[in-house]
């Protein structure tokens, strides 16, 4: 009979054979019991290449949405951002427009209807696109139940943030969220990430990604925002949900308001899509068949996940570089994610 770490390791183990990506990290606690914490694999499928540890960081894509949400959710407590209040109240340039008339809420659950391609604009470009953008369906027309997910949102969060608190998102995320929950190894690509520590995320045509970020509208656009673009390591990622999992504590200082918590993490829509407040939630694409129920997420697409459960005291940090050196289809890094959810919840 094999025990949980033999199962997870298999799982891993094979997943690098079959070159679903090259290394691996991944810690697991359930109810604050260190159940997996390793590191396997090589930055690259060269075995001269350096030998992930514990410690690496990786570029964690997506995840960055969350943390970008949960330094909202602080705002949104002590009444400097209104879930309810439309977006142009915020950003007065984009004006009496489909966006502009969007709200704060329908950013934090995807419902605003606006998907547009980020990675051909710049700056400039964005918030002129943005101004004139006509939207699915007009907010507050019944769209509210239909989640779009998109990087627009995020990306609008983020604008929020730094025009309500004046202040440059990388330095309101490090003094409100970052540094209170002793996440000191996690911070947007700059010229204190040693490039060469971090596994790469894609050989392209014109060079190796390794060390910047890999998402091409954060990278064009040129400074932190809000929907990719942070770097992070798994005990970092564990201290996040630690706080989560604790319902907006960590190590005895609350962090978040328990309401604002279990607000978060549960369902705000009624469609086929569960999301809470920038969470994801009970999605078998990526927690497989048996996850317990009101279990958030967040994925990244160069391979990072983070799960939770509340009242199983779940938390799963998974960092993977599976970008490199080319995309392949994100359903093979799926299958991982639902086998190892599906092995977890069975020990639950």
């Given at each position: 009979?094999?025990t949980?770490?033999e ?6 183990h094979k997943?690098?054979?079959d ?6 990290v991944?810690k ?10 390793k ?14 540890t ?7 894509a997506?995840?960055?949405k969350?943390?970008v949400a949960?330094g909202?959710l ?7 951002i209104?879930?309810q ?21 329908s ?6 209807g606006?998907?547009?391609?980020l990675s051909?604009?710049?700056d ?21 139940d239909?989640?779009v ?16 608190t ?16 002793n996440m ?6 700059d010229?204190t990430l ?15 990604v390794?060390?910047i970020?890999h ?5 064009k656009i ?9 770097f992070s390591s ?17 190590e005895?200082k ?11 993490v ?5 469609g086929?899509?569960?999301v ?6 009970d ?8 996850a ?19 009242e199983?005291?779940?938390?799963l940090?998974f960092?993977s ?23 977890i919840?069975?020990?639950?």
């Open positions: 009979m094999l949980l770490e199962k997870i390791d298999q799982i891993l997943a690098i054979a070159h679903v990506f090259p290394s691996v991944v697991l606690e359930i109810k604050d019991q260190v159940l997996y914490e590191a396997l694999g090589n930055f690259t499928y060269d075995k001269n290449s350096p030998e992930v514990i410690d690496t960081v990786y570029d964690i997506s995840v960055t969350i943390i949960t909202a602080r705002l949104i407590e002590v009444d400097e209104d879930l209040q439309t977006i142009k109240t915020y950003l007065p340039t984009l004006g009496d427009s489909f966006v502009g008339n969007c709200t704060v809420y950013l934090l659950t995807h419902t605003s606006v998907n547009i391609a051909k604009c710049s400039k470009e964005l918030v002129n696109l943005l101004s004139v953008l006509s939207g699915i369906s007009a907010p507050g027309s019944g769209f509210d239909n989640v997910y998109a990087n627009v949102n995020s990306y609008l969060l983020g604008e929020i943030i730094t025009a309500v004046k202040q440059n998102l990388s330095d309101f995320l490090t003094k409100e969220v970052l540094g209170p929950l000191h190894s996690t911070k947007f690509s010229e040693l490039k060469k520590s971090v596994p790469p995320t894609e050989l392209d045509e014109r060079e190796v390794q060390g970020v998402d091409e509208s954060a990278r040129g400074r932190a925002v809000g929907h990719a673009g942070l798994v005990q970092d990622l564990n201290n996040f949900l630690s706080m989560w999992t604790n319902e907006g504590v960590f005895e609350r962090f978040l308001e328990k309401k604002t918590v279990h607000q978060a549960s369902n705000k829509v009624s086929d899509i569960s809470g407040l920038g969470w994801h939630l999605n078998s694409v990526y927690l497989g068949k048996c317990p129920v009101n279990t958030f997420f967040h994925p990244g697409f160069t391979g990072s996940l983070i799960v939770g459960n509340l199983q005291g779940i938390r940090s960092l570089n599976r970008t490199y050196p080319k995309r392949l289809d994100p359903k093979l890094k799926n299958q991982v994610f639902q086998n190892l959810m599906n092995t919840s069975s020990e639950v």
